[in-house]
């Protein structure tokens, strides 16, 4: 049983606007369905993603930076734009799921899908992973240094939102790890989005406001490894070795340390290059 279906006359509790309106049960299935039948492409994405960022950065080489300015304003708008309005559907969801009931109460080793928006927004995360590809265009072009975490993260997202994902619902794992997964994403992206688009606007942003966003990043992924260890195994019994728990676990604990070792080089060893150069001045 695939259990990332809906049940037949599925509702929601939020108010459906624009096209959300015409949207039943019926089509979050056929949707699913879709993804279901093509996941294998996902595959094909990564490694043509992959070649065509560092064949991109070998052609810009010898050219001159290509800087788009209102094309990247847009594109980092219209993500923000998305972001926020799954934030409002998945997120909301999740937050006050767990303040209403609990970590142990709100995740549920029987998990099954039953609010159509939920649902549906929730398909277009795992969709809006491959749109994002397109950041890295963005970089490569401008020149920018493409660093490992960029690429390896957009890489893995995308294999964990389609491929793990399928896993899970067609092996009964817990699908409340992917509620959070997909609720706490959209709220950090958010953010993020919004940060990108007012920074690429010119808008000088104050630099504690980046080290925010990347500890909230880092956080994320301290609650995604907890939450992925403590649903499967300690609250469900499942087998420590079960392939979603270990897929998240790994997944998390490599953003962990990555985001980490960010975060040391761009504001703590960052900063005091600056301070010495400064003094040198």
């Excluded at 309106?21 to 996902?42: C, E, G, M, P, Q």
């Excluded at 927004?121 to 795992?126: A, H, N, Q």
């Excluded at 606007?201 to 301290?222: D, K």
Aim: with cysteine; charged share 15%; glycine share 6%.
């Amino acid at each position: 049983m695939i259990r990332n279906q809906l049940p037949a006359g599925a509702g929601t509790r939020y108010t459906p606007i624009l096209f959300e309106k015409s949207l039943d049960a019926t089509t979050i299935n056929n949707l699913s369905k879709y993804f279901t039948d093509h996941v294998d492409k996902v595959y094909w994405t990564c490694a043509v993603y992959v070649i065509t960022i560092h064949a991109v950065k070998h052609f810009m080489k010898e050219k001159e930076p290509y800087r788009p300015k209102k094309l990247l304003i847009t594109w980092n708008a219209l993500l923000a734009v998305f972001s926020i309005w799954g934030t409002c559907r998945v997120s909301h969801q999740l937050f006050t799921g767990i303040m209403s009931y609990g970590v142990d109460g709100y995740f549920d080793c029987d998990y099954q899908e039953t609010d159509v928006l939920v649902a549906f927004w929730k398909r277009l995360f795992g969709l809006s992973k491959i749109i994002e590809l397109g950041d890295t265009l963005f970089i490569v072009f401008k020149k920018s240094k493409l660093s490992f975490l960029h690429w390896y993260h957009h890489v893995t997202v995308l294999l964990y939102s389609y491929p793990v994902a399928e896993y899970s619902a067609r092996h009964g794992t817990i699908s409340n790890v992917g509620n959070w997964y997909s609720g706490v994403n959209f709220a950090v992206h958010s953010i993020m989005y919004t940060y990108y688009t007012l920074a690429s606007a010119g808008i000088r942003m104050w630099r504690p406001i980046s080290m925010t966003i990347t500890t909230v990043q880092i956080l994320q992924m301290v609650g995604g490894l907890w939450v992925g260890f403590y649903v499967p195994w300690w609250k469900c019994g499942r087998p420590l070795t079960s392939f979603i728990m270990v897929c998240t676990i790994v997944m998390y604990g490599s953003y962990f340390l990555l985001f980490c070792n960010y975060f040391v080089r761009t504001y703590i060893m960052g900063g005091k290059r600056r301070r010495v150069e400064k003094k040198k001045e």
